[in-house]
């Protein structure tokens, strides 16, 4: 299957700082990647789609301006994390297409994100 | 919108066993079902789909169900192994460009030998 990765793979911040999670599609194009947040023993909630080269879509609850979405080229989307809070700590996951027409959705290995 | 219900949330069968988990979901115009397996601190793994156009798909013990009158499929493991102790995850998608999958809640797989 296609392999989507993701860097860091786990990061400790302090309040206040921003970071930046790097999600990588390696052997596909992906016209549309996807952001999803998962806390301890529950589903992934969906934050935003990102479309390479336009603005993303954030759900419903999900503030723009704290979590930056940049989808620069069909092999790289970004989530900036800003100004972290102990609140913003989870477990973040990307997900991309496998290409036009394609219908499979393939996960990167997340993101250990911890705000101290 | 879309909503995914899922059961159990917890199965524990012995080693040798078959373990169902069935799913059912709300919008017909869903046409895309996958499966994915979640271990401990990984990100989601894709381990078999169906598109509404066909009622079965197997690939070697796992198998995947789809009653679309019904809403609902199911995702069947035969011969359980002890590695196939995880969390998985139904969900369901209308497949068009851009749109999202949809998860259930989980269900959490302990297989004891």
């Known amino acids: 299957g296609a392999v989507v990765s993701q860097h860091p793979s786990w990061v400790i911040c302090k309040s206040g700082t921003s970071v930046k999670i790097e999600c990588r599609s390696l052997?596909?194009?992906?016209?549309?990647m996807f952001w999803y947040r998962q806390f301890p023993k529950q589903s992934l909630m969906l934050m935003a789609t990102?479309?390479?080269?336009?603005?993303?879509?954030?759900e419903q609850g999900v503030e723009k301006d704290k979590f930056l979405i940049n989808h620069a080229s069909l092999t790289l989307s970004t989530l900036t994390v800003t100004s972290a809070h102990p609140e913003d700590s989870s477990f973040y996951i990307c997900?991309?297409?496998?290409?036009?027409?394609?219908?499979?959705?393939?996960f990167g290995p997340g993101t250990r994100l911890t705000v101290t | 919108g879309e909503n995914v219900e899922q059961h159990p949330s917890t199965l524990s069968v012995q080693e040798g066993d078959s373990a169902v988990i069935k799913c059912t979901y709300s919008?017909?115009?869903?046409?895309?079902f996958p499966w994915y397996k979640q271990e401990l601190g990984k990100g989601p793994q894709l381990i078999i789909d169906?598109?509404?156009?066909?009622g079965e798909k197997k690939d070697q013990r796992i198998a995947v169900t789809l009653n679309k009158t019904a809403k609902h499929f199911s995702l069947h493991i035969t011969e359980t192994q002890p590695e196939d102790s995880a969390v998985y995850f139904c969900?369901?998608?209308?497949?068009?460009?851009?749109?999202?999958?949809?998860f259930g809640k989980g269900t959490t797989l302990s297989v004891s030998s």
């Open positions: 169906i598109r509404s156009n066909v």
């Open positions: 997900s991309a297409r496998a290409g036009q027409g394609g219908y499979e959705q393939y």
């Open positions: 919008d017909s115009a869903s046409n895309y």
């Open positions: 052997d596909f194009q992906a016209t549309t």
């Open positions: 969900a369901a998608s209308n497949g068009q460009a851009g749109t999202a999958l949809i």
């Open positions: 990102s479309n390479e080269g336009s603005k993303a879509t954030y």
